[in-house]
């Protein structure tokens, strides 16, 4: 069990351009998250997957944003037309659903920052 | 909105016990309190949670009030490395049928001084 990975760790673009971050959860974990966390902030929800399934996105999901997991074991997250205000640490977190706690085990992050 | 209220910062000498408190006035019967901390530049880290029961484990301990609108976290003897931004966040219990959630607010940032 080597933990939540991300890739890549940092990533920097140019205004207008589209990124695609990857999240590889812990293996058999069920439930993968992503959130969002701008400087001096706590991290904040954008979407869960139990399996392949999309159950939750929140406000914060603009039309830009889109997330998929489409064999139920990693997930991408793809940012369309960045803007400077997409610039934050983007954290994913996965559990089990067989765990009653529903502990959330989080990846190191990709930074983006958007020039 | 985040449902708890926490202190800005807190600073903690080296082999103290550093209490980290945690309001949580409006949190309902079937929600537990979590305890999560970040250390800079890492992703979150699970600590503790409980429902109003005390708990403790190799990390920390977790006391709630009888009322459950209150709650601290204890880290018995302090270290540098725990310096980090600690989050108390109340949610329900997941199901079978779907997640919750965390939702982190702004921590308390604690510093642990040699």
């Known amino acids: 069990d080597t933990g939540v990975s991300q890739n890549p760790r940092h990533k920097i673009t140019k205004r207008g351009q589209n990124v695609t971050f990857r999240c590889d959860p812990i293996?058999?974990?069920?439930?993968l998250y992503w959130y969002r966390q701008t400087l001096g902030q706590g991290p904040e929800f954008l979407t869960y997957f139990q399996n392949e399934a999309q159950l939750e996105k929140s406000r914060l999901l603009s039309d830009r944003f889109s997330a998929e997991r489409p064999k139920g074991s990693f997930s991408t997250l793809e940012i369309q037309r960045t803007e400077q205000g997409d610039s934050a640490m983007y954290l994913c977190?996965?559990?089990?659903?067989?765990?009653?706690?529903?502990?959330?085990?989080f990846g190191p992050g990709t930074r983006l920052t958007v020039l | 909105d985040a449902k708890t209220t926490q202190p800005t910062s807190m600073d903690c000498a080296e082999g103290r016990a550093a209490n980290l408190p945690c309001n949580h006035s409006?949190?309902?019967?079937?929600?537990?309190v979590y305890w999560y901390r970040q250390i800079h530049s890492q992703g979150p880290q699970y600590i503790i949670h409980?429902?109003?029961n005390n708990e403790t484990n190799e990390m920390a301990s977790l006391i709630i009030t009888e009322d459950r609108k209150s709650s601290t976290l204890i880290l018995p003897h302090a270290t540098l490395r725990d310096t980090a931004v600690y989050y108390c966040?109340?949610?329900?219990?997941?199901?079978?049928?779907?997640?919750?959630?965390?939702?982190f607010g702004k921590g308390t940032s604690l510093l642990v001084t040699p």
């Open positions: 966040i109340v949610r329900p219990h997941s199901g079978s049928n779907s997640g919750y959630a965390l939702n």
């Open positions: 293996s058999e974990h069920n439930r």
């Open positions: 977190a996965s559990s089990s659903i067989r765990d009653s706690t529903d502990t959330q085990y």
């Open positions: 409980g429902l109003k």
């Open positions: 409006t949190i309902s019967g079937n929600e537990y």
